[in-house]
């Protein structure tokens, strides 16, 4: 398939047009959309394709594919609604942009201070256990890649990569 041929993406009932550089760009790959549009699956990519997924933050996923960065929101809320879409569609550049706002440092130093004081209830905010787990795993290897952790937030972190494998399992 050619790179300028359009592509049609209904995600959620709103229909998307985009080009298939743009959905097999250098910012796709290791990313949901680089097997389904490669062919790996045998996908026809005519017509319009399905997307089972809230089209709120679509725009920002597909300006991400195309350039390597996209305007990220300003508030929590919407920060960790488009780390939601970032997470289903696999991409790790967009998370880790996400998780280095100043509104995610804050959350997530919250919670693991929570964490410290058995009060996660009042800070999670509606995140499930599963997500609270990532998150505070992935805080506390940022924190311990920069030999700032203490050892308690070592213990912590240890067992949320634990808590993470049970629940994946």
């Known amino acids: 398939m050619e790179h300028t041929t359009r592509v049609d993406l209904n995600v959620g009932g709103q229909v998307f047009s985009t080009s298939f550089a743009t959905i097999t760009s250098i910012h796709a790959r290791e990313s949901w959309f680089e097997p389904r ?15 089972d997924r809230s089209p709120k ?18 508030t929590l809320r919407e920060l960790r609604e488009l780390r ?5 569609y696999s991409l790790a ?11 995610m440092h804050d959350f997530l130093d919250k919670l693991i201070e929570c964490e410290r004081q058995q009060q996660s209830d ?48």
């Open 84 to 88: 939601q879409e970032a997470d289903f």
């Open 122 to 169: 009042d800070v999670l905010m509606g995140w499930t256990a599963r997500q609270a787990a990532f998150l505070t795993a992935s805080r506390a290897e940022r924190l311990s890649a920069r030999n700032i952790i203490s050892e308690q937030e070592q213990v912590l972190a240890q067992n949320s990569r634990v808590f993470e494998q049970l629940i994946s399992d």
């Open 57 to 74: 933050h679509f725009a920002e996923i597909l300006n991400f594919l195309r350039d390597g960065w996209c305007a990220l929101p300003d």
């Open 37 to 51: 549009f490669s062919g790996q699956y045998g996908d026809t990519l005519t017509g319009t394709i399905f997307i």
């Open 93 to 103: 550049a967009l998370k880790d942009m996400i998780d280095n706002t100043v509104p």
